[in-house]
């Protein structure tokens, strides 16, 4: 094997090895949310206790309460109390709810300071409730150019 060839190998798997790590909160597999790994992965957005973090879909920048990107759990329970959960349970970490709309694929979206989160959850009768969480900046429109 020539060097450059033994340079790929080792570049890609060092690549494939760095991939296996989210934030502060290594995961090799999908794992029920503890109050470590909520704290480690999720900061300031509360996560119910049991809920599983599904890491293939999974995808965090950050840490704390600056972490950006996107949080994919399977969390049982009714719909409903799901929607609830986050809803009653977001504010106390600071988030304010700007808007909400509860059907078979529900959102609530929320403001803190410079981020916006959105909770989308979907009911599924075999594997839980889908919750994807997104975290983003708020997206500030540009000021108009003043007229001549």
Known sequence: MTPT?????LSSALVMLG??????APMTSDSTVSGVT???LAGDVP??????IKQQDTLVMGAGNTWMGRL????????????????????????????SSFSRLSLLTFTKAERTATIQIQG?????????????PVVRPAAAAPRP
């Open 19 to 24: 991939c296996g790590a989210m934030g502060n």
């Open 47 to 52: 996560l119910p206790q049991g809920a599983v």
């Open 5 to 9: 060839k033994i340079l790929i190998v």
């Open 124 to 136: 599924s009768s075999f594997s839980g409730n889908e919750v994807l969480i997104t975290v983003a």
């Open 38 to 40: 909520a704290k480690q």
């Open 72 to 99: 994919s759990l399977s969390v049982s329970g009714e719909p409903q109390s799901v929607f609830a959960w986050f809803r009653d349970n977001m504010p106390g970490a600071g988030w304010t709810l700007t808007s």
